[in-house]
């Protein structure tokens, strides 16, 4: 099972999934740990059986095991954060802003990983999520920490493709 699995199973009107695929994955901006990462992550998010299981095979290519956890740590923490604080904001009322989270957050850097790419990571998470508090938060900190603009749109990229290919693979599971 590989990313060359998920391509073959494209129908043809995904062409441009196909291609958009093969260039997120070349990782041009991204480094190898980055970039696999945020697939990994992204891959969970998105909840489809057949991604998960194609891109986690191939990530553990690219990924020293300490970072693919990692990565799945940041999908799993980020199921969290994404809805409470999306929902804080959809809510609209100022004063649950100050109101604590309490919720926990231990997976910010591990042996191997840095913080750049955890956050990095939860960008990816947050844009398929759609909660545009993380999404700001989170690329706030990789701008503070010296990451360029073209580095997290790239990320977004790579969000983006991953998510697509699950949409459509599932759209075309559920046609069969």
Known sequence: MSVATLKAALPPYARDLELNLDSVLAGE???EQMLWGAALASA?????AVVIRNIAA???????PEAAEAAKAVASRMAIHNVYFRAKHL???????HLPARLRRQVTSTPGVGAA???AWSVAVSAITGCGVCLESHER?????GVSREVV???LRVAAVVHALAVTLDAEAALD
């Open 29 to 31: 901006l991204l480094g």
């Open 58 to 64: 191939e990530a553990g290519d690219h990924l020293k």
């Open 117 to 119: 790419d955890v956050e």
């Open 153 to 155: 749109d790239e990320v």
């Open 44 to 48: 969970m998010t998105t909840r489809s």
């Open 141 to 145: 900190s990789l701008r503070g920490a």
């Open 91 to 97: 809510i609209g009322d100022e004063a649950y802003a």
